[in-house]
Every structure is written in C-alpha cells, then in structure tokens.
C-alpha cells in the first residue's frame, strides 16, 4: 500500500508540475505565446488552456475534490496530451517533440492506474 501511494504521488507531482505550476509561471512569456501561434491557435486558447490546466492540477492533488470531479480532470489531461501530439506531427512532422505530450501521458496514465488502485484498496478496508 504505501509502494502505491508514493508511485501515485510521484506521478501526480510530475503532471502537478508540468501542467499546473509551469504553464503558470510561462504562460505569458513571449516564447509561450509563440508557441501557441505556432500552431495556429489564438492566443486567447492558451490563456483559457491554463487556467484549465490549473484547475486540473488543483482537483487531482486536492484530496476532498469528488471522484467524479477526478475523472474528468484525468480526461481533460489525456485529451490535452493527445491534441498536443496531433498538433505538433501535423504542424512540425514527427519529431521528439511531437512524442513529448505522450510521454507525459503516460505518466498521467500511472496517476490514473494507481489512484484507482488505492480507492479500490480503501473499499476494501471498509
């Protein structure tokens, strides 16, 4: 059990991380909004992008946030990283940074395995 609990809040942390705190602190700088142009977006989509993100980060971490609130933050994410890859291989073609989002993906897909491993084990419990 506690094996699990650091593998989940492990992977949590890194998605914390990467898609709440970072794009906070990076979201107005010039290479960011270059970066959302790049791909043809308007720069009112990352702003929004954002504050999304941060509030995904904030309903994963928090633990009182409803399971049902969870869920739909762990799909927000896996669509967030899925889009970004489409994004980046029809834009860029297929390059490292067209595998990134899938990367972070997949730790967000570790998140998701053992949140779920650790709330079947409390069901248990009872």
Do not use: C
């Not at 010039?30 to 702003?47: D, Q, S, T, V, W």
């Not at 067209?98 to 650790?118: C, D, E, N, Q, R």
């Amino acid at each position: 059990m506690k094996k699990d609990k650091v593998i989940y809040w492990t992977a949590t942390t890194i998605i914390a991380l990467f898609e709440g705190v970072m794009p906070a602190l990076t979201s107005q700088t010039e290479l960011a909004k270059e970066g959302i142009r790049h791909l043809g977006y308007p720069e009112y989509f990352g702003n929004a992008l954002v504050i999304f993100k941060f509030l995904g980060v904030l309903s994963l971490v928090i633990p009182q946030v409803p399971k049902r609130v969870k869920e739909w933050a762990y799909a927000g994410f896996a669509f967030d990283f899925l889009f970004a890859t489409i994004s980046h291989g029809a834009i860029d073609g297929i390059n490292v940074q067209t595998f990134f989002p899938l990367i972070v993906f997949a730790i967000l897909a570790v998140s998701y395995i053992y949140y779920h491993k650790l709330n079947a084990d409390k069901r248990q419990d009872l």
